[in-house]
């Protein structure tokens, strides 16, 4: 087999030496090499002649037929000894053989495009090299790096907010300005346009964001850790290559040097499997790699919020105010609840695309809770469904009237702070409602403003909410922990104790314990089942109590849902009640305390016993 390996080779010498000169052989130019080596210095002591044809194809080694027997099998043996070590040395000496990096990720190298990777994925052909410096969309950097970068169709600018002031871009300018009118000179544009697309310096842009990067060539990328999470790393013991597959043939990836740290991914007999800091995902050797240790990435500190926070637990109860008169039924409503700190009437909600706002704030009734030591929060909500809202927070000049009547009306009434109770945020204009929040922001620090936003449980449907970006900006992000089923949906809890958990822990999750706000209902639902057709109504928790005494039914408590459950039947029809009351309250009130987080708000007063708010209490501190 091996002389068939030989495609139009031949040699010439004793029988006794053919098989082994022939297995050698296989291995081609490398043992040619060798046996013109050996001529240089064997056609002196023992008359070995090799014929080497231009092409190297052809080899004849002849011995001199007058060398006695003994000789001939010394000049063999020589022969084979080297050749045997030179195979060796040949089959155990590394590949040199470099893998181009257009050939690993499968792009095109003729293109003039940068290759980008966040934490693992690739995303090729993607930037661009301007004036020697990389830049990224725009678009492309909101969705995937750092969503502070905004892109204003209005203004046709890039606008960007730290905890100070609101910054916009104009593209191809070596300039730009604050909210403040203030100008800043750069060596560079931070913004151009290429080919109708606008573009955003990756350097300016990584100094503003949370992140590890690393460049690479060939292809031109830029590899981009954002996640935080522990991982496991090793370090490289000396300078070393990193193949494309475990073993010493494989073509090289790229080498790193002594110290260098890399992601370890995986063992593979004497090899590791890694991932290098420009990008490469390959293998190196067991003996040339550190143990494996964990590793965090050190958090960068940039531009956060001056949060403005208060130094006990809130105690946070939302009042619905119909109009202006409707401020007078505080005196009633407030006159029970004991430990409420922050008051958050209902007095403002969006008319229309421009920004405008109906009002009902009172200068009475924030005196009259200051007077308590209570803080008033004024709440704006969003539930108008004929407004525009994609127009509306896409619009810089709209954005700006609602900042500016929010801050000049909180001067005027005397108001603590602002509560956004905006529930009708879609995908598609969400990018927008977060730079009217960051906007508003900037705002409320100057003139000592609380923030706050209420927001759903976290579900993937409701992601665009983006309470991570949120709590860059706003004082306190409260999750409404309540609306499990609604008015429409199958019978069932509006806050079961399993749901306001996983509400709570997610929250804590995205924007840490010291900026949450649990919510809570102090509402039930009543509901009605007849020939399959499920109806509810939202009633206070004495008027649910009142149901099932009035039914002369009893309820009886579920572990399950943490709230006493009453299902019964009513005529023709099956009625079922989820109730809330002290010990549904308290059961809830221990997972706050449990997530320890900056308080609780309760929807709404007046719904209320009052005997839960010494439970509250009992928790809330």
């Known amino acids: 087999e091996m002389q068939r390996s030989l495609v139009g080779s031949e040699m010439c010498i004793r029988d006794r030496c053919m098989i082994k000169f022939r297995a050698y052989l296989y291995y081609g130019k490398s043992v040619i090499k060798v046996c013109l080596y050996l001529q240089r210095y064997c056609i002196r002591w023992y008359n070995i002649i090799i014929v080497v044809n231009k092409k190297g194809r052809q080899m004849k080694i002849k011995v001199d037929k007058r060398i006695k027997g003994i000789t001939i099998a010394a000049a063999a043996l020589v022969l084979i000894i080297v050749v045997a070590v030179m195979f060796i040395i040949v089959r155990y000496t590394p590949a040199k053989e470099k893998m181009s990096g257009y050939t690993y990720y499968g792009i095109d190298r003729n293109t003039d495009k940068v290759f980008v990777i966040i934490d693992g994925e690739l995303y090729p052909y993607?930037?661009?090299?301007?004036?020697?410096?990389?830049?990224?969309?725009?678009?492309?950097?909101?969705?995937?790096?750092?969503?502070?970068?905004?892109?204003?169709?209005?203004?046709?600018?890039?606008?960007?907010?730290?905890?100070?002031?609101?910054?916009?871009?104009?593209?191809?300018?070596?300039?730009?300005?604050?909210?403040?009118?203030?100008?800043?000179?750069?060596?560079?544009?931070?913004?151009?346009?290429?080919?109708?697309?606008?573009?955003?310096?990756?350097?300016?842009?990584?100094?503003?964001?949370?992140?590890?990067?690393?460049?690479?060539?060939?292809?031109?990328?830029?590899?981009?850790?954002?996640?935080?999470?522990?991982?496991?790393?090793?370090?490289?013991?000396?300078?070393?290559?990193?193949?494309?597959?475990?073993?010493?043939?494989?073509?090289?990836?790229?080498?790193?040097q002594k110290g260098d740290r890399l992601v370890y991914e995986d063992d593979l007999d004497d090899w590791i499997k890694v991932t290098t800091a420009t990008g490469y995902t390959g293998y190196i050797k067991k003996s040339e790699a550190s143990d494996t240790f964990a590793y965090i990435r050190e958090e960068k500190n940039y531009e956060t919020h001056n949060y403005n926070m208060k130094d006990d637990k809130i105690t946070l109860a939302w009042?619905?105010?119909?109009?202006?008169?409707?401020?007078?039924?505080?005196?009633?409503?407030?006159?029970?609840?004991?430990?409420?700190?922050?008051?958050a009437p209902t007095w403002y909600s969006v008319t229309d695309s421009s920004g405008n706002m109906s009002c009902y704030a009172s200068a009475g009734l924030v005196n009259k809770m200051h007077q308590r030591g209570t803080?008033?929060?004024?709440?704006?909500?969003?539930?108008?469904?004929?407004?525009?809202?994609?127009a509306l927070y896409s619009s810089k000049k709209a954005r700006t009237n609602m900042v500016n009547t929010l801050i000049n009306d909180a001067e005027k009434y005397g108001f603590?702070?602002?509560?956004?109770?905006?529930?009708?945020?879609?995908?598609?204009?969400?990018?927008?409602?977060?730079?009217?929040?960051?906007?508003?922001?900037?705002?409320?620090?100057?003139?000592?403003?609380?923030l706050s936003t209420d927001n759903y449980k976290p579900e993937a449907y409701n992601r665009c909410y983006n309470l991570k970006e949120q709590s860059r900006f706003v004082d306190y992000v409260i999750v409404m922990a309540y609306d499990e089923h609604y008015a429409g949906t199958d019978a069932g809890s509006v806050a079961s104790?399993?749901?306001?958990?996983?509400?709570?822990?997610?929250?804590?999750?995205?924007?840490g314990k010291e900026h949450?706000?649990?919510?809570?209902?102090?509402?039930?639902?009543?509901?009605?089942?007849?020939?399959?057709?499920?109806?509810s109504r939202a009633v206070g928790m004495q008027a649910a109590v009142d149901q099932l005494n009035s039914d002369g039914q009893v309820a009886l408590w579920n572990d399950d849902c943490?709230?006493?459950?009453?299902?019964?039947?009513?005529?023709?029809?099956?009625?079922?009640?989820?109730?809330?009351?002290?010990k549904s309250i308290e059961a809830k009130m221990q997972v706050i305390q449990e997530n320890n987080v900056a308080g609780v708000a309760g929807w709404k007063l007046g719904l209320e016993k009052s005997s839960v708010w010494p439970v509250i209490s009992k928790y809330n501190k």
């Open 516 to 535: 949450v706000i649990a919510g809570i209902p102090f509402y039930t639902r009543i509901w009605t089942t007849t020939d399959g057709n499920t109806t």
């Open 416 to 450: 603590d702070g602002i509560n956004l109770d905006c529930e009708n945020i879609k995908s598609a204009y969400a990018k927008d409602y977060l730079q009217f929040v960051r906007e508003l922001s900037i705002a409320c620090e100057r003139k000592g403003l609380v």
């Open 375 to 390: 803080d008033v929060w004024a709440l704006v909500s969003d539930f108008d469904t004929n407004v525009d809202f994609a």
């Open 497 to 511: 104790l399993p749901f306001v958990k996983e509400a709570v822990e997610d929250t804590v999750q995205l924007v």
């Open 319 to 343: 009042f619905q105010v119909s109009g202006v008169a409707g401020n007078s039924g505080i005196d009633n409503n407030i006159a029970t609840a004991s430990g409420v700190n922050v008051l």
């Open 562 to 582: 943490g709230q006493y459950v009453a299902s019964y039947t009513v005529g023709n029809a099956t009625r079922q009640i989820w109730f809330e009351e002290e």
């Open 126 to 256: 993607t930037g661009i090299i301007y004036e020697g410096r990389y830049y990224l969309p725009q678009e492309f950097i909101a969705d995937n790096i750092n969503v502070g970068f905004y892109y204003d169709k209005e203004s046709d600018a890039v606008l960007y907010s730290d905890s100070e002031y609101m910054y916009t871009y104009k593209k191809d300018e070596n300039v730009y300005t604050d909210d403040t009118g203030k100008t800043y000179n750069t060596e560079y544009s931070v913004v151009v346009e290429s080919e109708g697309k606008c573009y955003v310096n990756w350097e300016y842009v990584a100094e503003h964001t949370d992140c590890e990067y690393e460049y690479g060539n060939e292809p031109e990328r830029i590899n981009i850790t954002l996640e935080r999470g522990e991982k496991q790393y090793v370090t490289a013991q000396k300078k070393t290559a990193v193949r494309y597959r475990g073993g010493i043939k494989s073509p090289v990836l790229e080498y790193v």
